[in-house]
C-alpha cells in the first residue's frame, strides 16, 4: 500500500514563507511525476507545480518567481519552497504522484492535504 504523507503547513503572515514536504511511501518500484496542488474553500482543486523525475519544472502562474518545486528521489520526496505568502495562497495543499509498483502500469497517489493559511 503507498501513502504520501505531507506536512509543513500552517499559519503565517503575508510576506513569509513555509516549506512544505511530501513523503511517499510502501510499495514503490518508480515514480514519474510529483505535484502540489490545493484547493481553496469554494474553489476548484489547482495544479501549483510539478516535477518530473528528471527534475523538469512546471509553474502556474499565480507562484512563478515565489513558489520552487524539487524533489529527492532517492527519498521518494518532494518539496514546495513557498516565500512572500499572499492571503490568496490560503488553501489545502496536495501531494500528487505518479508512480507504479512494478515498472508496468502507473497510478496516481494523493495525499489527505495540510493547511496553508496565509493572513494579511
Known amino acids: 500500500q503507498v501513502q504520501l504523507v505531507e506536512s509543513g ?10 516549506r512544505l514536504s511530501c513523503v511517499a511511501s510502501g510499495k514503490i518500484f518508480s515514480i514519474n ?5 490545493r484547493q481553496a474553500p469554494g474553489k476548484q482543486r489547482e495544479l501549483v507545480a510539478a516535477i518530473t523525475s528528471g527534475g523538469a519544472t512546471n509553474y ?3 507562484v512563478k518567481g515565489r513558489f520552487t518545486v524539487s524533489r529527492d528521489n532517492a527519498k521518494n ?10 492571503p ?3 488553501a ?8 507504479t509498483y512494478s515498472g508496468t ?3 496516481s497517489h ?11
Open 9 to 18: 503547513g500552517g499559519l503565517v503572515q503575508a510576506g513569509g514563507s513555509l
Open 33 to 37: 511525476d510529483m505535484d502540489w496542488y
Open 60 to 62: 502556474a502562474d499565480s
Open 77 to 86: 520526496t518532494v518539496y514546495l519552497q513557498m516565500n512572500s505568502l499572499k
Open 88 to 90: 490568496d495562497d490560503t
Open 92 to 99: 489545502v495543499y496536495y501531494c500528487h504522484a505518479v508512480l
Open 105 to 107: 502500469y502507473y497510478y
Open 110 to 120: 494523493w495525499g489527505q492535504g495540510t493547511q496553508v493559511t496565509v493572513s494579511s
